[in-house]
Nanobody, 126 residues
Framework: GVQLVESGGDSVQAGGSLRLSCATS????????LGWFRQAPDSEREGVAA?????????TDSVKGRFTISQSQENGKNILYLMMNSLKPEDTGMYYC??????????????????WGQGTQVTVSS
């Protein structure tokens, strides 16, 4: 199967930056939809950004211009990144990476029925 392991979460001041990483193992080279979701306390999980094998990206409106999703092949693993700049307190939450083994991101994000990581906490203080 596919395993996803996130890292990079931290506590930062508003206006700061963080880069989240998600190391994937298992066969996803041929086709995939990879994405980042976040969940704040007492809120539903929401899609933040996604990218498919063709490099097509999608962002939720609140992060456009501040967050950048990318992926690369390193040491035989596909690494998913989320570069987060100009962080705001409302960006606080648990961030999860997700993967679907599909040709493209139907609906803009992984469906949620595929693979998930364990999450990494991002806390932004004002």
């Amino acid at each position: 199967g596919v395993q996803l392991v996130e890292s990079g979460g931290d506590s930062v001041q508003a206006g700061g930056s963080l880069r989240l990483s998600c190391a994937t193992s298992g066969y996803i080279y041929g086709r995939y939809c990879l994405g980042w979701f976040r969940q704040a306390p007492d809120s539903e999980r929401e899609g933040v950004a996604a990218i498919d094998r063709d490099g097509t990206t999608n962002y939720t409106d609140s992060v456009k211009g501040r967050f950048t999703i990318s992926q690369s092949q390193e040491n035989g693993k596909n690494i998913l990144y989320l570069m987060m700049n100009s962080l705001k307190p409302e960006d606080t939450g648990m961030y999860y990476c997700a993967a679907d083994i599909v040709t493209y991101c139907s609906g803009g994000y992984p469906s949620g029925s595929g693979y998930w990581g364990q999450g990494t906490q991002v806390t932004v203080s004002s």
